[in-house]
């Protein structure tokens, strides 16, 4: 018999997703480098503009490598921009038209099990899973018609997963659960299995609709789904559980933010903000989970541990220590989180990797150079919290398109960036003995280091970022470009070269020219945009932005085959359409050009979502894009009322799904132009 529904709430930080500050670092901030650059002065006495000259292109250590032009084609957007947007509804420019598709629940083979809300946690497990984020599009043949569609699945909302939730007053952030405090064990099983990701065939019909194929490749990866740890943290005493007595293997992946592609067509899956999901009552936390923000806590953020019963698959959230051995309970569980994940969207039989060696923090996703046959590999992450840091990993072995695998991102180095206030930049190592990684200082060996990768990081210098998001590489140029979206923490004084602003609400992207190939250890940088409103926003000139190019909090980002940088938002739903918030309107997609820094709207979403996700089909023809938590603004007691700040996308009085869009040109046009 199904027990009573009660309101069920965690600890505030975990709630919303994020992790309690842990970098105590004396390592500069971003935000204090741009001063020679910039006048501190100048800054504090609020000009802005002034600020913005010396940063953008300007003096730069190799020979104004990002100032000069590069010969490179200069994208078109022939688009005709649109407003800002408060509404229920996606808004593309004129010419453009959407299709919704594939929204949470939706069967992926076949039409059962059929979305509803009271779908079980076994029928979630053979459905797409909820929180659509980055995505990639894995054509069949080379088709622009039929392919893979491959899309992380970031958090679950769980007072919309579950129709037992009905008429309890649940905010974004809460659950429902049992009068003593415990978890139904179906509710858990379903949030675990609407994590995730979600491989599925999709085709585009005579009608030029998009539907979903079955196919023996369509699957989900979820919370549960055995995955194998490869790389230096494999088989140590770091990754030793009561399910993995060898450290070989561990189950599930969470919180999957933005993704990356690797040469030789794989998917890789970030995991960002997972510390949050464990408990831990030892009164004592070391560095392993402290430095990720694990804290002595009973709680975790959905109370997983506390599912009624008991399971192995739920109880290892809760990271105390209980056994005489590690081999008898889960106090070395969080250590096989915060990696990326290796899929092979072909081989639906393929286990599921994580890829120590690409380190271990909130992954935001990575992004790959482009490979260059009898090179290195090299690829780019961020970590995504306050202060945190960018990494790059440099392959040991080189790139040959015939035999190249995943082995590849096995042996190498991981670098982290130190950005200096005169343009230029260094990566340091981080690797056994080099920039005084050394036992005497702490760190043991390789796998030690890589556990503890923020930790090696604040040791070597690196430099704090304000949440490094994505990343995106010209393909002409090299550039590489990073979002970093705000950093409401920081106080003044604390502004630096790259991060200049105090108080960042409004976020920034950043950019830099490798000295040399990718695999080099310098680089140039400066400001490619700053996000705000027509009195703080500024372009790659210094230009404010004009009424349709505002924008705040960019996260998701891509550069398509033709240089267009596309730009996302994410402006917090607790702000939202509020203060200093309120110009920019619902989430958002932006076009610019990367010379020029011309920017134009390209699309709005709906309310209280945040628009995640790029990618179009080879020929640039179709263009994938998702819309996450739409209805994520509807405060507790409008939610008890059925009063839902957003029906999209099925409107009426439906509740409120994740879902893709399916973006095409009425003439058939490629996309942007």
């Known amino acids: 018999m199904k027990q009573p529904q009660y309101i069920g709430t965690t600890d505030p930080i975990l709630a919303a997703g994020d992790e309690p500050a842990s970098n105590t670092s004396p390592n500069a901030y971003f935000g204090d480098i741009l001063d020679a650059r910039l006048s501190r002065r100048t800054l504090l006495r609020g000009s802005l503009a002034a600020a913005v000259a010396g940063a953008m292109a300007t003096t730069l250590p190799f020979g104004r490598v990002l100032a000069a032009g590069t010969g490179a084609p200069a994208p078109s957007l022939g688009f005709k921009a649109i407003p800002v947007s408060a509404a229920d509804s996606v808004v593309v420019p004129e010419g453009y038209r959407v299709q919704t598709f594939i929204p949470w629940g939706t069967p992926i083979n076949g039409g059962m099990p059929a979305f509803s809300l009271d779908a079980s946690g076994e029928d979630q497990a053979q459905q797409v899973g909820s929180h659509h984020d980055g995505m990639h599009f894995f054509p069949l043949d080379g088709s622009s018609r039929d392919g893979l569609l491959v899309l992380n699945h970031e958090y679950v909302e769980p007072r919309y997963l579950h129709g037992a939730a009905r008429g309890l007053a649940l905010d974004s ?273 390789l796998a030690d280091i890589l556990v503890n990768t923020r930790s090696a990081a604040d040791h070597v210098g690196a430099t704090r970022m304000d949440r490094p998001e994505w990343g995106a590489v010209d393909p002409v140029t090299g550039r590489v470009y990073f979002t970093l979206t705000n950093n409401t923490r920081r106080e003044p004084g604390q502004e630096d070269a790259a991060n200049p602003r105090s108080d960042n609400g409004f976020g920034h992207i950043i950019r830099w020219q490798e000295d040399g190939s990718h695999a080099g250890t310098r680089f140039a940088w400066d400001l490619f945009m700053l996000g705000g409103d027509r009195e703080n926003g500024r372009n790659p000139a210094g230009e404010p932005l004009g009424d349709d190019a505002i924008f705040a909090s960019p996260d998701g980002l891509w550069i398509d085959p033709d240089r267009r940088v596309w730009i996302q938002t994410d402006i917090s739903e607790s702000v939202m359409n509020n203060g200093i918030y309120e110009v920019f309107g619902n989430n958002q997609m932006l076009a610019a050009t990367p010379e020029s820094g011309e920017i134009k709207r390209f699309l709005t979403g709906p309310v209280g979502q945040e628009i995640t996700g790029v990618i179009t089909t080879p020929d640039q023809r179709t263009m994938f894009v998702n819309v996450q938590h739409p209805g994520a603004t509807t405060d507790a007691e409008a939610f008890a009322a059925g009063d839902f700040a957003s029906h999209w996308p099925e409107g009426g009085s439906a509740v409120p799904r994740s879902a893709t869009l399916v973006i095409t040109r009425e003439d058939g046009g490629i996309i942007g132009t």
């Open 173 to 445: 952030e809460g659950f429902p659960q049992h009068e003593d405090g415990s978890r139904d064990p179906d509710q858990v099983l379903k949030e675990l299995n609407a994590h995730g990701v979600s491989v599925v065939r999709v085709r585009q019909g005579a009608d030029g609709q998009w539907q979903v194929v079955e196919d023996a490749r369509n699957r989900r990866i979820t919370g549960l789904t055995p995955m194998r740890l490869a790389g230096p943290v494999a088989g140590t005493g770091h990754v030793v559980t009561k399910f993995s007595p060898d450290g070989s293997m561990t189950r599930g992946t969470l919180n999957n933010c933005s993704s990356g592609v690797t040469p030789w067509n794989t998917y890789l899956a970030a995991e960002e903000n997972w510390a949050g999901y464990f408990a831990n009552e030892d009164p004592e936390i070391e560095r392993r989970q402290a430095r990720y923000g694990i804290q002595t806590r009973d709680t975790g953020r959905y109370q997983w541990h506390r599912a009624a019963g008991g399971a192995d698959e739920t109880l290892r959230f809760d990271a105390s220590t209980r056994g005489a051995s590690a081999r008898d309970d889960y106090r070395n569980e969080p250590h096989a989180f915060g990696y990326m994940v290796e899929i092979d969207p072909m081989d639906p039989q393929s286990t599921p990797v994580k890829r120590t060696h690409l380190g271990r923090f909130a992954h935001e996703g990575v992004i790959f150079a482009p490979a260059v046959e009898g090179q290195p590999v090299v690829c780019y992450s961020g970590d995504d919290a306050r202060f945190e840091y960018i990494y790059k990993f440099v392959s040991a072995r080189p790139f040959h398109a015939a035999t190249a695998d995943g082995s590849l991102l096995d042996e190498g180095t991981l670098h982290v960036a130190k950005f200096h206030d005169n343009g230029s930049g260094e990566w340091l190592a981080l690797a056994p003995g080099e920039n005084g990684l050394t036992p005497e200082n702490g760190f043991t060996d």
